[in-house]
Nanobody
């Protein structure tokens, strides 16, 4: 089994920054991709950013230029640096890992953007 533990969420003012971290542990053999999703109240979960094993990176249009995803392969950790935060980014952010066709999710970390 694979465990994902997220950290770094919290309350931040509009225009502020936060850095999320997600550490993977357990039966890690060959990670195909890691990603961050978010789910706002009453909305479907959406893909925010992803990074593949060959370092191909993608972002949802709404966060391009504001968020940066990065990965430390040695630590099996993925980060999401979030800047210029907007209230509409308020959501639970989930870490996702894909390995050999199996999907794993973290428990989620709340990000609230409010003044």
């Amino acid at each position: 089994q694979v465990q994902l533990v997220e950290s770094g969420g919290g309350l931040v003012q509009p225009g502020g920054s936060l850095r999320l971290s997600c550490a993977a542990s357990g039966s890690i053999f060959s990670i195909d991709a890691m990603a961050w999703y978010r789910q706002a109240p009453g909305k479907q979960r959406e893909l925010v950013a992803s990074v593949t094993a060959d370092n191909s990176i993608s972002y949802v249009d709404s966060v391009k230029g504001r968020f940066t995803i990065s990965r430390d392969k040695a630590k099996n950790t993925v980060y999401l640096q979030m800047g210029s935060l907007k209230p509409e980014y308020t959501a639970v952010y989930y870490c996702h890992l894909l390995q050999w066709g199996s999907h794993y999710w973290g428990q989620g970390t709340q990000v609230t953007v409010s003044s």
